[in-house]
């Protein structure tokens, strides 16, 4: 089974508009972490947000947060506001404590904003 | 605080050839990371080190990859003979804690072409 699952090769938006960028995961680990990184063309992968398994409350960074449904295993992505440089690959990632801290990576959504 | 840092950013070589990438984490960063990432693909796992260590290594084709992390700071990833299908993105990435909330810090990547 896929450990990070992302069903939306590519999403389109309307600048200054909000977008939700879809994220499954599979653990029987009760402490992990997941992440969303940002590819952009030029490649390097930028960190934007991070969630652990036993926080109460969604992680928010400035424009971004992440909609944590634990008993859904689901950790969206929503960036608001969207900005014409916020076209990139978008990636989940998870980090489960238990098994030597290895990352697992989804496929990926590529994210274009429309002016 | 300086980032990841490798090299070459670019490599052509020829099939049967061998290559060798080389990766300095962020100091202090006893985690390190090698990555491969095919066009349109997320990063998958090669190597995993922890100082020195071997943390997980499952999927790295031994029969033309190695890598190495002597005294626990720099890595090298080399890979002997290559084949067209290892043409690539070769990301290296480093993290401060084994806890599944640390994040990882990537390089910004070797990109491999194989003719």
């Known amino acids: 089974a896929q450990k990070i699952t992302q069903t939306q090769p590519g999403m389109f938006v309307q600048e200054k508009e909000a977008v939700t960028l879809d994220c499954t995961y599979d653990?029987?680990?009760?402490?992990?972490?997941l992440f969303w990184y940002k590819q952009p063309s030029s490649g390097e992968m930028i960190f934007l947000i991070y969630q652990g398994s036993y926080d109460q409350q969604n992680a928010t960074e400035g424009r971004y947060s992440l909609n944590f449904q634990k008993a859904r295993k689901s950790a969206n992505l929503v960036i608001s506001a969207s900005q014409l440089g916020d076209s990139a690959m978008y990636f989940c990632a998870m980090r489960e404590a238990n098994t030597g801290n290895q990352f697992y990576f989804g496929t990926g959504t590529s994210l274009t904003v429309i002016p | 605080e300086a980032g990841v840092a490798q090299s070459p950013r670019y490599k052509i070589i020829e099939k049967r050839q061998s290559v060798a990438f080389w990766c300095n984490p962020i100091?202090?960063?006893?985690?390190l990371y090698w990555y491969q990432q095919i066009l349109g693909q997320g990063p998958k796992l090669l190597i995993q080190f922890q100082n020195n260590g071997v943390v997980d290594d499952s999927q790295l084709p031994k029969d033309r990859f190695s890598a190495e992390r002597l005294k626990g700071v720099d890595s090298t990833l080399k890979i002997q003979p290559a084949k067209l299908e290892d043409s690539a993105v070769y990301l290296c990435a480093s993290s401060l804690v084994r806890l599944a909330g640390g994040e990882q810090f990537f390089g910004p990547g070797t990109r491999l072409t194989v003719l």
């Open positions: 100091s202090g960063h006893a985690t």
């Open positions: 653990t029987s680990d009760p402490s992990y972490g």
